[in-house]
T-cell receptor, first 114, second 112 residues
Framework: AQSVTQLDSQVPVFEEAPVELRCNYS??????LFWYVQYPNQGLQLLLK??????LVESINGFEAEFNKSQTSFHLRKPSVHISDTAEYFC????????????FGTGTRLTIIP | EAGVTQSPTHLIKTRGQQATLRCSPI?????VYWYQQALGLGLQFLLW???????NRGNFPPRFSGRQFPNYSSELNVNALELEDSALYLC???????????FGPGTRLTVL
């Protein structure tokens, strides 16, 4: 069975500082990896995804994540955060083609300090 | 392209009542997923429907049920409501071409 671990439940970061949100997964087969963001009182929005190919994937708002198969990790990074990045971030994994059922981590609450 | 829609936005019920939540997927998506996001418990998978059939269900009691209609919209029913059913219920849809789930804004269910 697949599982996702987000070790940090809360991460406070000063505005314009870099941030890394950690995600590790466990699976016996090839996986698809996702990061979702949930702004206060809203649903989840897909931030970025790794399906195959280049191990570094980027989002349109400056986030990037790198798939590391040997370390079974998919950490999310941003070189300079903004107040508007305040949200909860969820890492998720899906196994096998055709089964979109995602297993989510417990989430990391990112708080930006002005 | 319209996103996933859910209704109602908020729902307040009392213990023992039944709740019905509705979801319309993105046009062209045939799969619908339901997740429960309860405080402190993260996102828990509830149900997966595809082409009108229930494909998988999470570790929830039978009083959580649902169905998918011919137009691929879906309904989640929760019978004999308990206080711990209070949560944000998220619906998501997907297609074979677009990997990943696309979520709606959710229905916040409060059980008093």
């Amino acid at each position: 069975a697949q599982s996702v671990t987000q070790l940090d439940s809360q991460v406070p970061v000063f505005e314009e500082a870099p941030v890394e949100l950690r995600c590790n997964y466990s699976s016996s087969v090839s996986v698809y990896l996702f990061w979702y963001v949930q702004y206060p009182n809203q649903g989840l929005q897909l931030l970025l995804k790794y399906l195959s190919g280049s191990t570094l994937v980027e989002s349109i708002n400056g986030f990037e994540a790198e798939f590391n198969k040997s370390q079974t990790s998919f950490h999310l990074r941003k070189p300079s955060v903004h107040i508007s990045d305040t949200a909860e971030y969820f890492c998720a994994v899906s196994e096998s083609f055709g089964n979109e059922k995602l297993t989510f981590g417990t989430g990391t609450r990112l708080t930006i300090i002005p | 392209e319209a996103g996933v829609t859910q209704s109602p936005t908020h729902l307040i019920k009392t213990r023992g009542q039944q709740a019905t939540l509705r979801c319309s997927p993105i046009s062209g998506h045939t799969s619908v997923y339901w997740y429960q996001q309860a405080l402190g418990l993260g996102l828990q998978f509830l149900l997966w429907y595809d082409e009108g059939e229930e494909r998988n269900r999470g570790n929830f009691p039978p009083r959580f049920s649902g169905r998918q209609f011919p137009n691929y919209s879906s309904e989640l029913n929760v019978n004999a409501l308990e206080l711990e059913d209070s949560a944000l219920y998220l619906c998501a849809s997907s297609s074979n071409r677009a990997r990943g789930l696309f979520f709606g804004p959710g229905t916040r269910l409060t059980v008093l």
